[in-house]
């Protein structure tokens, strides 16, 4: 059985963000999944995504890796569809990507207390 330590987990943990945010950048490219490359990338990047979660939720604890998960994969998502993609940065989004990250960062807080 594989054993990670804090700082393992936390890069792990990062990996499985990027490839999360990669399945749902591949969701938009794929058009409605009439595409077939974007289309498949979906389920590969997600399922090895989810894979390396599993992992890391021994080491850091279910609440602090889906909260870290899936916040920082909001926020570049939404970074992603304002740069790449072209989406309005309103106000009310950046200021919601502001507390997301306000949230992510008091779950990483909370960790390093328990851990």
Not at 75 to 80: E, Q
């Amino acid at each position: 059985m594989l054993t990670l330590t804090v700082s393992q987990a936390w890069a792990v943990l990062s990996v499985a963000i990027l490839l999360e945010v990669a399945g749902t950048t591949s969701m938009r490219l794929s058009e409605g999944f009439t595409r077939l490359l974007p289309s498949v990338l979906i389920f590969v990047f997600y399922a090895a995504s989810f894979g390396l979660n599993t992992l890391v939720v021994r080491v850091l604890g279910l609440s602090v890796v889906y909260g870290v998960w899936s916040g920082v994969g909001t926020v570049l998502t939404a970074l992603i569809g304002v740069y790449c993609f072209k989406e309005p940065a309103t106000a009310v989004k950046l200021v919601s990507i502001g507390l997301i990250v306000l949230g992510v960062m008091g779950l990483h807080s909370a960790s390093r207390v328990s851990a």
